[in-house]
């Protein structure tokens, strides 16, 4: 039942021993990459590093994996192949009226993690047309005029550095689970020579990540 996978991997029990030791894993992958320094991860040739890693999440996918792990490797790729400042995954909670902060990577990430928690029901924000209407949206500019009655108040407060946003909704058999946040604390960075099909390459890898596990 696909519905009941959603609500166990949603809101693991972090009482039993198995979960408690994958939790402890993954914040262990989490914390070694975001202590090192940023320049220290950029890569001299990023479509490369993006392009060898969307290889091997497919050559993963094909054998057992750890669903969280595999998310975490597509956020790291993310981070470093597009240099960006914040790489947030974020999911559905289980009553399905919020989209909560999960695990990324960036400064002061554990703050903006537990501070993002966007409402599928207030008022239109680029979060909640995002992954209610299913749609990737670009925004070079977050202060462009055309955006700014789009962009909540809490968001602006919570990661006051982003200027570029990229937000790629998770959809899975047409049910909305969750959601890729990206920032960049520069704005117009996302121009013609950004790779953003590979952003949707691995975005798409998520997805079929979350499905191949959910029909399991």
Known sequence: DNS???KR??????SQGESATNNLAISNIINSINSQDKEDLYEDNP??????????????????????????????TI??????THVLFCVMDK??????????????????TNG???S??????IFNISINEGRDLIIENIDDKSFASFIPTWFRSLVSSARSILIYPIIVNGVPIGLIYADHEESGLLGPKTPLNLFKTLR?????????KASK
């Not at 902060?101 to 400064?107: E, I, L, P």
């Not at 599928?120 to 924000?125: G, R």
């Not at 798409?204 to 191949?212: H, L, S, T, Y």
């Open 4 to 6: 009941q996978f959603f």
């Open 9 to 14: 991997w949603i809101c693991p029990n972090s």
């Open 47 to 76: 479509e490369k590093i993006m392009l060898d890693s969307i290889q091997e999440i497919s050559n993963a996918l094909l054998e057992s994996y750890n669903l969280n792990e595999i998310l975490i490797t597509i956020l790291e």
């Open 79 to 84: 981070y470093r192949g597009f240099n960006f």
């Open 95 to 112: 009553n399905r009226t919020t989209v909560n902060g999960r695990y990324g990577f960036g400064n002061e990430i554990e703050k903006i």
């Open 116 to 118: 993002m928690k966007i």
């Open 120 to 125: 599928l029901k207030a008022k239109p924000d």
């Open 204 to 212: 798409n890898q998520a997805v079929m990540a979350i499905k191949q």
